[in-house]
């Protein structure tokens, strides 16, 4: 019987109609620009007047050889690390919270979704004064707490951190809610069995919710790895790259090469070399078993 | 089908531009030579003959690209009316871009097949973009009696190779806004003509007093202050360092004069005795933030604020209660305001080259500089006009007359400015930002030159 | 004694519960009230009072509508409001439904190329923006896209991040649900239309958020693709009020407001079918 229905499934007749729409959309706007970008990363490039000179693999060489792009990626894995991990347990934790009906929760999930609809110029402006050396929020707050005031952005040491902490407050309540869908996924059926089984809170926890959003939870974290490694706008807007390189990041000096140093068949290579780091993680850790 | 059509329409339309009376065709395209020019200042004149004239004109529509803001929306719709009343066929429009992301959209709008016709572009990134393709030279829009009245270094500036490239019209420079109230509360008299101001140690002095002054009182406030701080490009920081150099100068020069080497430019003894007065500014004396404080000077939190002769109309709309004063720029060794604003330039791609020549060049004349500043007030870059204009005969505008006139110069000049200022800014904000000097200097000027080499001959 | 220790625990653990409730209002809304309040104030008053801090930093102390009238009525930005929600809108609806069909086929169906076609879709994840601008603006410049409404979504709608999303959830349904439908006769669609897209409504939902986030803070697109004004979008309107000679802090806190609340709102409205989506799932409570 199922392999009827395997094999009823199987014509492209229906296939096809399926997957077109999508593919047609990401083949024009996703894979062509792409595909350019593979082919500039083989030439000397210049954006404006169009001029290209082969020039074979240099740019991928150089870009192996560049102290300079070394620094950036352990710039963005600092900021990875910085990042994800406590934005995803922030994240796991929230959507616990107010996946409950109590009242007012709503009102508290649509709190921690505002910073993601706050344009990132707003954003970076209101955090640049809370994390002011002299003036800023957090500083008045630390001295009332008669803790020393800290230099935040201007610090090679604070400024990656700075950053992170505010791309958790805006980015938290993205990775909340595919918590929260995950955790909705899970049929209440198991959580009444387990508590008459009379297992407590922290043992549903531990051995039911978590292992039940474990699709969810790779989800989030290959996408989050991906938006890590691609950060670019609110470094871009708070401290270019600064104070010291200390926030120069891939995407960062890819933008410096082909926007400012005019040097495109080099941002290039840098973004393909990017782009298949990240596509073999990805491919790692999405090998989930087929159903 | 569509593009057949408007491939002939757009063969019209260039012969029609050349038809135009207004240009021999056959001229040197070489602007600094002596062979005379024909007189452009008659072409206004000309004008009403061609719209009596039964030789109907094409209609011509010109799109031209310009950073919000700064009063220029206005000012060219000022001169677009004016444009409209002698050539009835062409239309104009004005395309509004956000300022702070101009300068990463230029590139991609003329890598694009339909650029704009006309577009501004900042005076100090002119060569870059003639250097790259993008920008259709000047020829024959400027005639020498133009040339003589305009200041040279923007010809300059706005020059590749002897060709001119943007059509310099309104500038800018900048001057230092001081609290008058807090100015007099210390007892600090402040010098009022170019001839008098006060060498930057002296206004780290008065600063330094005022401070005190409002300290004792109970008030914060910082001595100096940017629009943004620290500033992160050169038109700022650059006062400080080519200023402590002598006039012409490596050090004054901050770039060799290909504009391709800043080695021995910006790490001579002179840069680094002013990266540490820099440094001490921000650093040891406290004096100004290491990081923005908006609108500090408007809201009574800064005693100055060096910025552009415009900010003086927003601090009277803006900020009307509050009194303050202009003083002339401090120097180390040698007196120094930077010339800048956006210069209009034409697409080499654009589809309307000749119109938006002609149009260019309405622009620059002393009728277009005129127009503009109906609007909007900014320095002609044409000298005799200066007199003519009221404001720039009375303070505050006063001021950033006569520093253009007395000691205006451009920004480096290099075809590689964008990386210049880039990377030079960022040293400058790590220097403030408490960096150690003997370090990011060496690494911004090696950094510098491996750049720029790819625009070495 | 037992009783009133349990309670005890009990009043603990509720205080606690608050604590952290009152603790992440307050870490997600000070920075609004701060800008909130900035909306309604005058351009003197907005930075006059940070340091040191007080409640006059959050509070008015002229307050004004000043700034949202030359906002709203000397400067248009209503035009632009609209313009974003119907491109937002549009972007969500068409990759809600391109994206969760082929997530379906990839997912659900098992044909040759399956592998491939995920591989291809998740590789454009991988490519920074910023490194593909520039061939993406001239590809939609090449269609006529450019200074189209059509242009400011349709490269948005094959989100290869839905389609994962989508994807990971269809994995998650049992098949038996998928086979006893086509065991009724139901053609694929069918199944996909009836069956499989209840089954993950709550990812449905929060696929909308997200793309209607994004495509409500899409900034550098909308720049490059389109400068003519009545197409303008928020993110834009707001960046046009930084200039070089001024920074026009007034109307930008008053244009973030208003960029703001109207989605607020809207939001708390959907949390409802939020709730509801996930309530009515097949699989809950089964």
Known sequence: ?291 | MRKMLTAILVLTFILAGCATPTQAPTSPPAIETEAPQPVVTEAPTEVPVATETPVVEEEVTLRFVLPEGGGRPEGYTKVLEAYKAIKPNVTITLETIPFKDYGGQLPVMWASNDPADIALVDSCDVKYYAYSGALAPLDNVFSQEDLADIVPSLIEESSLDGVIYGAPFVISTQGVFYNTEMFEEAGVTVPQSVEESWTWSEFVEKIEKVVASQKSKGNDVWGLVFITNPPTIDIWSHLVVRSFGEKDSPTFKAISDDGTQVSGYLDTPEAMEAYKFWQDLYVTKKLAPQSTVPDAFGTKQAATMISFAAWGGVLKGKFPDLKWGVAPLPYARTRIAHLGEFVPVASAKGKNVEAAKEFLKFLASREGILAYNEATTMIPVRISLIPEIPVFNEMPLKLFADQMVAYGVPRPMSVGHPIYNSIFGQMMVDIAQGADINTVVPNAVSEIDAQLAQYKK | ?286
């Open chain 1, 1 to 291: 019987m199922n392999s009827e229905i395997r094999r009823s499934l199987r014509q492209y007749s229906y296939v096809i109609p399926l997957i077109l729409p999508a593919l047609i959309g990401i083949a024009i706007f996703q894979l062509w620009p792409i595909f350019e970008s593979i082919r500039v990363s083989f030439y000397d490039y210049k954006m404006i007047s169009g001029s290209m000179k082969w020039v074979g693999w240099q740019n991928y060489l150089k870009t192996l050889q560049d102290p300079l792009f070394w620094q950036t990626v352990r710039n963005t894995l600092w900021f990875f690390i910085l990042k994800v991990p406590v934005q995803m347990v922030f994240a796991f934790g929230l959507a616990l919270l107010v996946q409950t009906t109590a009242r007012g929760i709503g009102i508290l999930r649509t709190i921690i979704l505002i910073p993601a609809i706050t344009s990132m110029v707003v954003v970076s402006v209101i955090w640049g004064l809370m994390y002011h050396p002299n003036n800023g929020l957090i500083n008045s707050f630390l001295e009332y707490l008669s803790l020393p005031p800290q230099k935040f952005l201007i610090s090679p040491k604070q400024s990656m951190p700075s950053i992170a902490l505010m791309m958790i407050w805006k980015d938290v309540g993205f990775n909340m809610i595919f918590f929260l869908a995950g955790l909705m996924g899970i049929p209440s059926s198991i959580y009444e069995a387990a508590k008459i089984d009379g297992a407590g809170g922290w043992e549903i926890l531990r051995y039911i919710t978590v292992p039940l959003v474990r699709r969810t939870t790779v989800f989030v974290l290959i996408t989050n790895m991906i938006t890590a490694f691609k950060v670019f706008t609110p470094i871009f807007l708070m401290t270019r790259g600064g104070p010291a390189n200390s926030t120069r990041v891939i995407v960062l000096y890819l933008y410096e090469n082909a926007f400012i140093y005019n040097k495109m068949g080099y941002a290039a290579a840098i973004s393909i070399l990017l782009g298949l780091f990240l596509l073999t993680i990805s491919f790692i850790s999405t090998r989930d078993k087929p159903y």
């Open chain 3, 1 to 286: 004694m037992q009783i009133k220790k349990r309670k005890l625990n009990l009043l603990l653990s509720k205080g606690l519960i608050w604590g952290c409730i009152v603790f992440l209002v307050m870490f997600f809304t000070i920075p609004y009230i701060w800008m909130s309040a900035s909306a309604f104030k005058p351009r003197t008053e907005i930075f006059a009072n940070i340091h040191p801090l007080s409640w006059r930093t959050f509070i008015p102390l002229h307050p004004t509508l000043e700034n949202f009238y030359t906002l709203l009525v000397k400067m248009k930005f209503w035009l632009p409001l609209v313009n974003s929600l119907g491109i937002a809108f549009s972007t969500v609806t068409i990759t809600l439904f391109i994206s969760s069909l082929i997530a379906f086929a990839i997912s659900r169906m098992e044909f040759r190329g399956r592998g491939l076609i995920f591989a291809l879709v998740l590789s454009t994840l991988m490519i920074p923006f910023e490194a593909i601008m520039v061939p993406m603006f001239l590809v939609t410049q090449k269609l006529g896209l450019d200074n189209t409404y059509f242009g400011l979504f349709l490269p948005w709608v094959a989100d290869a991040f839905i389609i994962f999303l989508f994807r990971q959830h269809f994995l998650e349904i049992p098949t038996d649900l998928q086979d006893a439908a086509i065991m009724d006769g139901c053609s694929p669609f069918q199944v996909y239309w009836k069956i499989m897209l209840p089954c993950i409504k709550p990812a449905l939902i929060s696929a909308a958020f997200i793309k209607f986030m994004y495509s409500w803070d899409s900034y550098i697109w909308p720049l490059i693709i389109t400068r003519d004004p009545n197409k303008m979008v928020v993110a834009v309107a707001i960046a046009k009020l930084f200039t070089d000679q001024d920074i026009l802090w007034e109307l930008i806190f008053a244009g973030a407001f208003i960029a703001t609340i109207p989605i607020v709102i809207i939001f708390i409205f959907l949390q409802r079918y939020y709730i509801e989506g996930i309530v009515s799932t097949g699989l809950h409570g089964q």
